[in-house]
């Protein structure tokens, strides 16, 4: 996956959210690893186009970017 076009489709409708009820507040959203944030990106698109409040992303371990 060389480009944001291909990392975009990896993630592509492989996210979804089971038929539980999103939470109204805010969410603290937890990935263990990122390399092109599209993973938190559609997560949170999904959990506030579903009536979550902020969506604050949080990753434990960064990869394949030296920041």
Known sequence: ???STQQTRNV???LSL???PVPSGPVL???DMVDSRWTLTVSAWLLRT???G???????SQAGHDE
């Open 50 to 52: 579903n009536g979550s």
């Open 1 to 3: 996956m060389n480009n």
């Open 12 to 14: 592509d409708g492989a």
């Open 54 to 60: 902020a969506v604050w992303p949080m990753a434990l």
């Open 18 to 20: 089971n038929r539980r």
């Open 29 to 31: 959203l937890i990935d």
